[in-house]
């Protein structure tokens, strides 16, 4: 069930995981992944959960900080889902609420878009493996990556 109404038709967009980019093995520990996915996409961006079997804390969250945004294209799996304008402060946060709940009760599936795509994707969380968009430089996804403990390598399709 989801927190916010959906509208009629998702926007079909390619999944990255089908192109070019980058693969990061699975973060296991959701705090850390909070904690640290400013170093990989950019402030402002738009996090997306799907799926989630929110706790009363997390319904609290999304009520005062949640929303749904007109200028992202959201495919749809995320249509009617939470989304958060990534700042430093609502990523405290969502690792605040990872240290406390289990991975169900913040996602099953993640993603974060800019206002022209999809940069980063996270399906069936924390086992597969998590796709980055070939926009993002090398350097962020390094940073990210040894700040998670996990490897990653580039995909060429």
């Known amino acids: 069930?989801?927190?916010?109404?959906?509208?009629?038709?998702?926007?079909?967009?390619?999944?990255?995981?089908e192109g070019p980019g980058w693969q990061l093995d699975p973060v296991k520990d959701?705090?850390?992944?909070?904690?640290?996915?400013?170093?990989?996409?950019?402030?402002?961006?738009?996090?997306c959960l799907a799926e989630a079997a929110w706790s009363q804390e997390g319904r609290d969250f999304i009520r005062n900080r949640?929303?749904?945004?007109?200028?992202?294209?959201?495919p749809n799996e995320f249509r009617g889902e939470p989304c958060f304008g990534l700042s430093p402060e609502v990523l405290h946060h969502l690792a605040e609420l990872a240290s406390r709940h289990a991975s169900p009760e913040l996602?099953?599936?993640?993603?974060?878009?800019?206002?022209?795509?999809?940069i980063v994707e996270?399906?069936?969380?924390?086992?597969?493996?998590?796709?980055?968009s070939s926009s993002i430089s090398e350097e962020r996804v390094?940073?990210?990556?040894?700040?998670?403990?996990?490897?990653?390598?580039?995909?060429?399709q």
Do not use: K
Not at 66 to 74: A, E, K, Q, T, W
């Open 107 to 118: 996602g099953i599936h993640c993603a974060v878009f800019t206002s022209a795509e999809a």
């Open 30 to 47: 959701l705090e850390v992944f909070f904690a640290n996915l400013v170093r990989l996409v950019p402030e402002g961006a738009t996090l």
């Open 122 to 132: 996270w399906y069936d969380l924390p086992g597969d493996p998590i796709s980055v």
């Open 142 to 156: 390094a940073g990210f990556a040894r700040a998670c403990g996990v490897e990653y390598r580039w995909r060429s």
């Open 1 to 17: 069930m989801s927190l916010f109404p959906r509208s009629p038709q998702g926007v079909p967009t390619p999944y990255l995981h």
């Open 66 to 74: 949640g929303h749904r945004p007109d200028s992202v294209p959201l």
